[in-house]
């Protein structure tokens, strides 16, 4: 089925060790964002891009970096991970005029 | 001050009651969208609305852009229908990229 698969669903860290997310879409969408959802706040924007070879960060990206190598995949990388990191992140894509947006299932990081 | 905010924050109804849930907020838009998540789950795009109404099955979402306010309808409520129902607002251009900022989402709960 057409849209959003980010991989791994669930994953436990311990303070310092590092990971990727991986987002991939098969809508052709030009543009596609990570977001973070904490308890008790709405989805922050982590990092977003424009197309192939872009990206720019967002509201939260301390501590965060993202690779756009192909147009179907956005990388989330934690390099040291801390335990205020710990949420459930999301990516989502769309295209440039804002239709079609569409989420992936989550990832949900704990880090200890 | 967020520049989303939802009404009411929980909201408990009995099976077939009317449902309406409000979004107000201060900035310049593009779009709005209604998203709704359900526990432990991905988030769906329900509407994406610019202007006036939209209805699709048991759902309606109207927007005023001149009074920034946004509600969603629900009628002849079901216990399926509960959910965390989340509205984002696409800022408008200069500088906007497609992200959008959320609502803190409202909880409902629907009972038979």
């Known amino acids: 089925n057409a849209g959003v698969t980010q991989t791994p669903k669930f994953r436990v860290l311990k303070t310092g060790q590092s990971m990727t997310l991986l987002c991939a879409q098969d809508m052709n969408h030009e543009y596609m964002y990570w977001y973070r959802q904490d308890p008790g706040m709405g989805l922050r924007l982590i990092h977003y891009s424009v197309g192939e070879g872009t990206t720019a960060k967002g509201e939260v990206p301390d501590g965060y970096n993202v690779s756009r190598l192909k147009k179907q995949n956005f990388l989330l990388g934690l390099e040291s991970a801390a335990p205020s990191q710990t949420s459930v992140y999301f990516c989502?894509?769309?295209?440039?005029?804002?239709?079609?947006?569409?989420f992936g299932s989550g990832t949900r990081l704990t880090v200890v | 001050k967020n520049e989303v905010e939802q009404s009411p924050q929980n909201l408990t109804a009995q099976e077939g009651e009317f449902i309406t849930i409000n979004c107000s907020y201060s900035?310049?838009?593009?779009?709005l969208h209604w998203l709704q998540q359900h526990p432990g789950g991905g988030i769906v795009s329900l509407f994406m609305?610019?202007?006036g109404k939209k209805k699709h099955g048991r759902l309606i979402a109207t927007i005023n852009i001149q009074e920034k306010h946004s509600s969603l309808h629900i009628t002849a409520s079901h216990p399926r229908d509960s959910a965390v129902y989340i509205c984002?607002?696409?800022?408008?251009?200069?500088?906007?990229?497609?992200?959008?900022?959320f609502g803190k989402g409202t909880k409902l709960s629907v009972k038979p």
């Open positions: 984002a607002v696409r800022p408008n251009a200069g500088g906007s990229q497609g992200n959008l900022i």
């Open positions: 900035v310049g838009i593009s779009a």
């Open positions: 989502a894509s769309s295209y440039p005029t804002g239709d079609g947006y569409t």
């Open positions: 609305l610019s202007s």
